[in-house]
């Protein structure tokens, strides 16, 4: 069984910084792209960051240059380096690993519970 967390979250001011993580656990499996998305309240949930097996990054337009995803494979964790947060970053953030059963190489998109961050002074 595998379980992916989120933490980090929590109450900042405008310009201020966070770093999520995101870390999956369970046995025999490699953690393959992750994505961290948000949810703010209505309004659909959108990608923020993207990072590929092989630590290829992509990033939504209006975080670019501001937030960073890096992964540690052997902690088997994501993290997610916002800086110069604004109110508008308040959301939800979820993320969504692909992970891939190490015998029978099939991969499964598992999601976290969600870390909320509020951006306000």
């Known amino acids: 069984q595998v379980h992916v967390v989120e933490s980090g979250g929590g109450l900042v001011q405008p310009g201020g910084a966070l770093r999520l993580s995101c870390v999956a656990s369970g046995s025999s499996f490699r953690l393959s792209g992750v994505g961290w998305y948000r949810q703010a309240p209505g309004k659909e949930r959108e990608l923020v960051a993207f990072i590929n097996s092989y630590s290829v990054t992509k990033y939504a337009e209006s975080v670019m240059g501001r937030f960073t995803i890096s992964r540690d494979n052997a902690k088997k964790t994501v993290y997610l380096q916002m800086n110069s947060l604004k109110p508008e970053d308040t959301a939800v953030y979820y993320c969504?690993?692909?992970?891939?059963?190490?015998?029978?190489?099939?991969?499964?998109?598992?999601w976290g519970q969600g870390t909320q961050v509020t951006v306000s002074s």
């Open positions: 969504k690993a692909a992970i891939v059963d190490s015998l029978s190489e099939i991969a499964d998109d598992y």
